[in-house]
């Protein structure tokens, strides 16, 4: 079964850090590039960040430029979101997602989603 499994999400106060987790199954995760995607409630869906398919090249939205991280292990079928200087506006579901490349933050048409992990930065 084709899945990406989101985790690490919850609830932090401002300036807080959290790491999103994402483990792929039933398909070849170094074929692919993989973006992180949120979504507050009554907003669109925007896209956070992007790593190809090597781990070579990385993308960041400018919100979030300078406090998120993304990386891969391919071996470990993982990728991560490291979280730091967390604000009230990066509460959203945060979601990973496959696709064939980057483009920025964003991707090309996503293959695979995840089924999304909340976070709330809040005091």
């Known amino acids: 079964q084709l899945q990406l499994v989101e985790s690490g999400g919850g609830l932090v106060q401002p300036g807080g850090s959290l790491r999103l987790s994402c483990l792929a199954s039933?398909?070849?995760?170094?074929?692919?590039?993989i973006g992180w995607f949120r979504q507050a409630p009554g907003k669109e869906r925007e896209g956070v960040s992007c790593?190809?398919?090597?781990?070579?090249?990385?993308g960041y939205a400018d919100s979030v430029k300078g406090r998120f991280t993304i990386s891969r292990d391919n071996a470990k079928k993982m990728v991560y979101l490291q979280m730091d200087s967390l604000k009230p506006e990066d509460t959203a579901t945060y979601y990973c997602?496959?696709?064939?490349?980057?483009?920025?933050?964003?991707?090309?048409?996503?293959?695979?989603w995840g089924q999304g992990t909340q976070v709330t930065v809040s005091s």
């Open positions: 039933g398909f070849t995760l170094e074929w692919y590039a």
């Open positions: 997602a496959a696709a064939s490349r980057c483009i920025g933050a964003h991707t090309t048409l996503v293959g695979y």
């Open positions: 790593i190809s398919k090597d781990g070579g090249s990385t």
